[in-house]
């Protein structure tokens, strides 16, 4: 297999992965805090990437890697998971988890957007009208239908699960100049945001005791979303050549991921939400037009 193709794989099997979480994240926040959520999910993350440090005889080099990169680490993980996790578990705990999961979509977009600063490309036109698109279908989202209305559901929610994209995209795009090997740098960084999930909760007189159905909502959402699905999606930006042809693969996600909140989570899906989410895709894609015009003159 080619680089590509592996990138592809990995991409596949992150996308695929992700598509239950927005029904465990709003499962489980029936039974914790965001900020308790944060915490355990970040304990079983790290625990899950030890155990693949393990599998593949490096837990070693961990130490002479903490020496080494300990600022990066310290930062990336304030990041993610911390920040980002408190923050979209903040819009699930006050949204429901369709309108939360469709609004989280527009990550992709917004890597394209902080691709421009960060990565010094050059900002096209096809982006910005692509961000009109996809942002009138979170207003759609937002306010049940009633856009002009501008009557928000839940305005406070929305806010969170907008900032989130930012931090989601930022930390990627941050990641395709880091030097560490993806999973003893995502190891790292957990390493050093369990201790301020731990620090928060405390601040907050949230240590106490869980329901034994958050503590196995936690486990999965921290072995799997936050800790092997990682290690997918870092390997497959690692080898892609083109962030925007694995970012694509986010069209899969949708339809399985409102299907499981139907039928899991017990919400009766909105007309809003799969109009919206139609909007949100739909630019998305026209995205990707120039792409494919690019492509077919090379070829």
């Not at 959520?37 to 304990?43: D, E, I, N």
């Not at 961990?62 to 990041?79: K, T």
């Not at 609004?103 to 009208?129: C, F, G």
């Not at 080898?239 to 409102?258: C, K």
Request: aromatic letters at 10%.
């Amino acid at each position: 297999m080619t680089s590509q193709q592996k990138a592809y794989c990995y991409g596949l099997g992150a996308v695929l992965a992700w598509s239950t979480v927005a029904t465990a994240f709003k499962i489980s926040l029936r039974h914790l805090s965001p900020s308790q959520l944060v915490l355990y999910a970040s304990a079983f993350s790290l625990l899950a990437l030890l155990s693949i440090l393990a599998g593949q005889g490096r837990l070693a080099s961990l130490g002479p890697a903490l020496r080494q990169y300990w600022r990066r680490s310290l930062l990336l993980g304030a990041v993610n998971p911390f920040c980002y996790y408190l923050i979209l578990f903040q819009a699930y705990h006050l949204l429901p988890a369709q309108e939360a999961q469709a609004i989280n979509y527009t990550w992709a977009l917004t890597m394209s957007l902080l691709a421009v600063p960060v990565l010094k490309q050059t900002p096209r036109r096809q982006d910005m009208l692509a961000a009109l698109v996809c942002y009138a279908g979170v207003l759609v989202i937002a306010t049940h239908g009633q856009p002009f209305a501008l009557e928000f559901s839940n305005l406070g929610g929305v806010g969170y699960a907008l900032v989130s994209t930012v931090l989601w995209a930022g930390y990627w795009l941050l990641n395709t100049r880091d030097q560490r090997e993806p999973v003893l740098g995502l190891t790292l960084n957990f390493l050093f945001a369990l201790p301020l999930a731990l620090l928060w909760c405390a601040v907050r007189g949230e240590l106490t005791p869980i329901a034994w159905q958050g503590l196995a909502g936690a486990a999965y959402i921290g072995a799997l979303e936050m800790g092997f699905t990682f290690v997918l999606w870092l390997s497959a930006m690692k080898l892609t050549d083109s962030t925007a042809r694995i970012a694509n693969l986010i069209f899969l996600a949708p339809i399985l991921s409102l299907a499981l909140i139907y039928l899991l989570a017990g919400e009766q899906v909105l007309q809003s939400t799969l109009v919206g989410l139609a909007l949100i895709m739909a630019g998305l894609l026209l995205q990707k037009i120039p792409l494919k015009a690019k492509s077919r003159a090379l070829s």
